[in-house]
Nanobody, 119 residues
């Protein structure tokens, strides 16, 4: 069974930084892409950033230039470096891993980690 465990969330002031980590049970080489999503209270879950096995990244416009997604396949770990944090970045952040199948894909999610940015 695939397990994703996030860590690194917390309370930070506006302009601060945090680094989120997501450790995946087993090899992450079978997941493509992997990504971070977030969900604020009363809002829908939204994409923050994704990264392919080959390292191609994609970011939401709201975080471009401030967030950096990366993956360490040897450590089975996905990261999200967040800088210049804003109050609107406050949300629960979820790690996602997608495993493609011939006729579809399976999505796996972590339990989430809370990020709170105070003004």
């Amino acid at each position: 069974q695939v397990q994703l465990v996030e860590s690194g969330g917390g309370l930070v002031q506006t302009g601060g930084s945090l680094r989120l980590s997501c450790v995946v049970s087993g090899s992450i080489s079978s997941f493509n892409p992997m990504g971070w999503y977030r969900q604020a209270p009363g809002e829908q879950r939204e994409l923050v950033a994704t990264i392919t096995f080959g390292g191609t990244t994609n970011y939401a416009d709201s975080v471009k230039g401030r967030f950096t997604i990366s993956r360490d396949n040897a450590k089975n770990t996905l990261y999200l470096q967040m800088t210049s944090l804003k109050p609107e970045d406050t949300a629960v952040y979820y790690c996602n891993a997608r495993r493609r199948r011939p006729l579809g894909a399976d999505d796996y999610w972590g339990q989430g980690t809370q990020v709170t940015v105070s003004s």
